[in-house]
């Protein structure tokens, strides 16, 4: 099985978003959601998840309440606000944009330039 790609600088946060626009989720879940809709082809370190997730409930994008966990344990869950709606929006849009500038950049041949 081929290595999970690294994520590119500042991606993390659209793609948290994402996760927790299709449900409530706990912070674990919230990675296995990403691996999941993923295809086993991104994996987040735990250590970039946490201050994500606060930085995003902080902005208002997020917001979260205690509850219980499928295994029974307390656990933080997030779910996207109206304004993180927006956001996801938005940088889908602008992510959407890029990709395709870049897509148009490699697809240059020599003879087009």
């Known amino acids: 099985m ?9 991606t993390l946060d659209m793609l948290i ?9 706990h912070g674990y879940g919230v990675l296995l959601r990403i691996q999941q809709i993923s295809r086993k082809r991104l ?7 946490y201050p994500a997730l606060y ?20 656990a933080r869950f997030y779910r996207l606000t109206a304004a993180g ?3 996801l929006q938005q940088e889908t849009r602008n992510w959407n944009r890029m990709a395709d ?6 697809e240059t041949r020599p003879d087009e330039t």
């Open 2 to 10: 081929a290595k999970p790609a690294d994520l590119l600088q500042g």
């Open 43 to 49: 994996e987040i370190q735990q250590g970039s998840l």
């Open 17 to 25: 978003l994402k996760a927790v626009s299709l449900g409530p989720l």
């Open 85 to 87: 709606r927006r956001q």
């Open 55 to 74: 930085r995003l409930e902080h902005q208002g994008l997020i917001e979260s309440e205690w509850g219980e966990s499928e295994n029974k344990r307390r």
């Open 101 to 106: 500038i870049i897509a148009g950049i490699l």
